[in-house]
């Protein structure tokens, strides 16, 4: 049976310590981008350079890149950084364009955008971007956060 461990041992002991609620938002960002390619953990580590089981380590809060290595999943995954950090100004970090696409933030919209690109007839991307606004016309807008 584990031991207990005191607040103050947690709190010197990074490796027993509960990931950041960031933490694991830049966990999640950094697994979200991977599906939005269609990556595998495998391949996300060939383009930089490290382990697969890093990949799986940084995917699941294990780990938190430092920042030079989120740089280098940013560049591998054409993604500006800052989609990658949690509070970090989108608009700003896209040059100040604020029709920039947002990241990708869930699978779902990953799996959406991947197949999206795929259709090549301009009138079958149209419809579906009318169906899609018709959508979400009829979905109820979502208070904001406080």
Same mark, same amino acid.
């Given at each position: 049976?584990?031991?207990?461990?005191?607040?103050?041992?947690?709190?010197? $002991?990074?490796?027993?310590?509960?990931?950041?609620? $960031? $933490?694991?938002?830049?966990?999640?960002?950094?697994?979200? &981008?991977?599906?939005?390619?269609?990556?595998?953990?495998?391949?996300?580590?060939?383009?930089?350079?490290?382990?697969?089981?890093?990949?799986?380590?940084?995917?699941?809060?294990?780990?938190?890149?430092?920042?030079?290595?989120?740089?280098?999943?940013?560049?591998?995954?054409?993604?500006?950084?800052?989609?990658?950090?949690?509070?970090?100004?989108?608009?700003?970090?896209?040059?100040?364009?604020?029709?920039?696409?947002?990241?990708?933030?869930?699978?779902?919209?990953?799996?959406?955008?991947?197949?999206?690109?795929?259709?090549?007839?301009?009138?079958?991307?149209? &419809?579906?971007?009318?169906?899609? $606004?018709?959508? &979400?016309? &009829?979905?109820?807008?979502?208070?904001?956060?406080?």
């Amino acid at each position: 049976m584990p031991r207990k461990l005191s607040a103050q041992t947690a709190a010197r $002991d990074p490796i027993r310590k509960p990931p950041h609620v $960031d $933490d694991k938002e830049v966990a999640n960002r950094l697994r979200l &981008a991977r599906l939005g390619l269609g990556l595998s953990q495998e391949e996300a580590g060939e383009r930089i350079g490290i382990s697969h089981q890093q990949v799986q380590k940084y995917e699941t809060g294990k780990s938190l890149p430092r920042y030079s290595r989120l740089q280098q999943f940013a560049d591998a995954y054409d993604v500006p950084i800052s989609s990658l950090i949690p509070g970090m100004d989108h608009t700003t970090a896209n040059g100040g364009n604020p029709n920039a696409v947002p990241f990708v933030q869930s699978r779902s919209a990953a799996i959406i955008l991947r197949r999206f690109e795929t259709i090549r007839s301009p009138k079958a991307r149209a &419809a579906i971007v009318d169906l899609v $606004d018709s959508l &979400a016309e &009829a979905e109820p807008p979502k208070p904001p956060k406080p």
